[in-house]
């Protein structure tokens, strides 16, 4: 076990730009940086838009990195992938997908996608034992053994969802990324599955990177949480520090917005807007600056003070 | 809502619906017995999972129900003052979907779908779907369609009206682009406004943007608004009376303040509970077990007794009736049965709403 200090994942400069014509390139990711320790969710929220999917899918290398480091338990990630480490990357990260009808191949049983990362990789001893690490993943996350020789269009989207966590964690990963993992679900199931999330933590350990939209369930299960906006990470900080002193007024609007199951609050509520050009924010000109060890905000020395200020 | 008690202006009264869908597996009762009334400028939010039959129940209403669905009884009753200024009554379940489609769809009830990427059509400029249905309904020359239009892209605040009424949907953000929906569902003046989940495409900041609007408008033309969702933060932002579903019935109903501080039944408890409000604390999220009933099978007792923790041994064989519980609070569970067991709302429901209390009162001082 790694020290607590150590993170599990680094990320410094991130850049992942997607040239659309020769004059025109999208920069999706424009230099991000931050740290996951072993064991904690870490959850990313923004607008769509924002970066925050392309920056799950830049991390488990779905795409080449433009710029930017990444290191993965002590192994560079971000370039050329040595054999071995693409080995370790694919069993030691794994993802869940946001569209759990979507993200499931129709023609094969669940125990063949369950089974399918293992089989590739060689994670086991003989035919036995792979059905017995399906069959145990299986009853974790609150199916049953004779829900493995059926195919995915016979099942709920919440089971789907499940299907979609067992095939993630059967691998016994260190970092799972989860896409907007709840928000195709139904609100009542949501909580189901973000409940049995938190519950296979306890159990595994397993760390999360949380990307969502949705702030009262992202606050509901991070322990930190990014902000992004533009392809910038414009405020970090504890889940405490996010959600009582918020400083970036992107943030602010972000919290702003937050539903409540309270008619009183919400006929009476007016949301902050924010625009990035009307208040005159330059993402490029700004800097880190430290409100507390934990909390950082990107901003120029100007902004910051202002924002600190109100 | 209104200091007199005068008589509500009625527009809209579903009474006893019932419908069914044939399907290659068998019939699907989509709707079991669904009563509603909705008065001029007020706004009802129905509530329920997917496949609770919130869907069909507006469809039906807007006459474009799928082709297999079956309106077995039932009546929906729509009240409207035609272009000579008299005051008529039709019951909208006995039209044909032709009829319902050239007479009332967009002139009198218009609808605002989910997904503004699906709903516009993207080969045709923005000014040109606005003034369709003008064209079509009210009989306006272009040039009044387009003055029209112009005035209406302004209120649903789009700038620089003039340039967006020659581009296309796809030049426009999200949020735009619903905005732009909001505008053709307007463009006739109905009296009915339908939205299904006008939000749930959109991102959160945005989407507090797009309901303030449709509750500005709502004001502005005095029309009434049926909200479809499953988000109660949004009823809880915009709604009159809410009617929550579960498997094609309303199983609970009341005034807003009634449905939110005053929840009777076990699964408005799990919807309330179920949603993690940004003061809880606790580390377990509260959700309803199991997924909601398959209505291919016929339901004996109450559909939710299986996920009823509840449930008493009573919900497994009879249907429970409408109990009032005072006020326009209507709830069908055995739980309001005067002979029934008195059951605790679960803990972080209790803990929420009294805190809401305590900060209500704290107010009030």
Redesign the interface.
């Known amino acids: 076990m790694t020290t607590f200090n150590e993170p599990l994942l680094h990320v410094e400069g991130l850049k992942q730009h997607f040239r659309i014509t020769r004059h025109y390139t999208t920069k999706a990711v424009d230099g991000i940086s931050f740290d996951i320790y072993p064991g904690e969710t870490y959850g990313l929220v923004g ?2 838009g924002s970066g925050k999917s392309t920056t799950g899918r830049t991390l488990i290398r779905l795409y080449e990195p433009t710029a930017g480091k990444i290191i993965f338990d002590g192994r560079d990630i971000s370039g050329k992938l040595s054999k071995e480490d693409e080995k370790y990357l694919r069993t030691n990260m794994q993802m869940i997908f946001q569209d759990p009808m979507a993200c499931l191949n129709p023609r094969k049983k669940v125990m063949e996608i369950i089974a399918q990362g293992l089989e590739i990789q060689h994670l086991y001893k003989d035919r036995n034992d792979l059905e017995n690490k399906v069959y145990s993943i299986l009853e974790k996350v609150g199916l049953s053994r004779e829900h493995a020789s059926r195919y995915p269009q016979q099942f ?4 789907r969802q499940r299907i979609g966590i067992a095939r993630a964690l059967v691998m016994n990963p260190k970092l799972v990324i989860a896409d907007e993992a709840i928000s195709a679900l ?7 599955v ?2 049995l999330m ?1 519950d296979l933590q306890d159990e595994l350990g397993t760390t999360y990177l949380f990307i969502a ?5 992202v ?2 299960i991070s322990d930190r949480i990014g902000v992004m906006h533009l392809g910038h990470l414009v405020e970090t900080g504890t889940t405490d520090d996010i ?1 009582s002193n918020p400083i970036h007024p992107y943030t602010r ?3 702003s ?11 009476n ?3 902050l ?2 625009d990035k050009d009307k208040e005159g924010v330059d993402y490029n000109a700004g800097t880190i600056h430290h409100v507390s060890e934990t909390h950082q905000v990107l901003a120029t020395d100007e902004e910051f003070e202002r924002w600190t200020a109100m | 809502m209104s200091e007199k008690k005068e008589k509500k202006d009625r527009v809209l009264s579903i009474r006893d619906l019932n419908i069914s869908f044939e399907t290659a597996t068998g019939t699907i009762n989509a709707i079991r017995g669904v009563r509603m009334d909705l008065f001029r400028g007020e706004t009802i939010a129905i509530v329920g999972e997917s496949g609770s039959g919130k869907s069909v129940t507006v469809k039906t209403i807007m006459g474009i129900m799928a082709s297999n669905g079956r309106i077995e009884s039932g009546s929906i009753e729509y009240t409207f003052t035609d272009d000579d200024g008299e005051v008529k009554t039709v019951d909208l379940t006995k039209l044909s979907q032709k009829e319902i489609r050239y007479k009332f769809n967009g002139r009198h009830i218009a609808m605002v779908f989910q997904d503004p990427m699906t709903s516009l059509d993207p080969t045709m400029t923005i000014g040109k779907q606005i003034m369709e249905g003008m064209l079509a309904h009210l009989g306006l020359s272009k040039e009044e369609a387009k003055k029209r239009t112009l005035k209406l892209l302004e209120d649903v605040g789009i700038d620089e009206p003039q340039k967006r009424f020659s581009q296309y949907p796809h030049q426009l953000s999200g949020g735009m682009r619903q905005r732009v929906v909001i505008a053709i569902a307007l463009a006739c003046d109905p009296d009915i406004l339908i939205c299904d989940e006008p939000t749930t495409a959109l991102d959160v900041t945005i989407q507090a943007k797009i309901l303030e609007l449709i509750k500005k408008l709502q004001k502005e033309k005095n029309i009434s608004v049926i909200y479809i969702t499953h988000d109660l933060g949004v009823v809880a932002k915009v709604a009159d009376y809410v009617d929550v579903m579960y498997a094609g019935r309303i199983i609970e109903k009341g005034n807003i303040d009634e449905i939110f501080y005053d929840p009777r039944h076990p699964y408005t408890w799990g919807l309330l509970a179920s949603m993690p409000d940004t003061d809880t604390s606790s580390t377990r999220l509260f959700a309803i077990p199991g997924t909601p009933p398959n209505l291919l099978e016929k339901i004996e007792g109450d559909a939710f007794a299986v996920r009823n923790p509840y449930a008493l041994a009573i919900d497994f064989k009879v249907e429970p009736p409408m109990f009032n519980v005072g006020g326009q609070h209507r709830v069908a569970s055995w739980l309001c049965d005067p002979r029934a067991p008195k059951v605790e709302v679960p803990e972080q429901l209790r803990q929420r709403l009294n805190r809401i209390r305590k900060e209500e009162a704290n107010d009030n001082i």
């Open positions: 607008e769509s709920s989207g919440g089971q139904d609100v009542s199931i949501q909580a189901q973000v409940n938190k939209h949705d702030l009262s369930m606050k509901y959600f609007s972000l919290l917005a937050i539903p409540k199951p309270d008619p009183h609050v919400e006929k509520r007016i949301s807007s924010y």
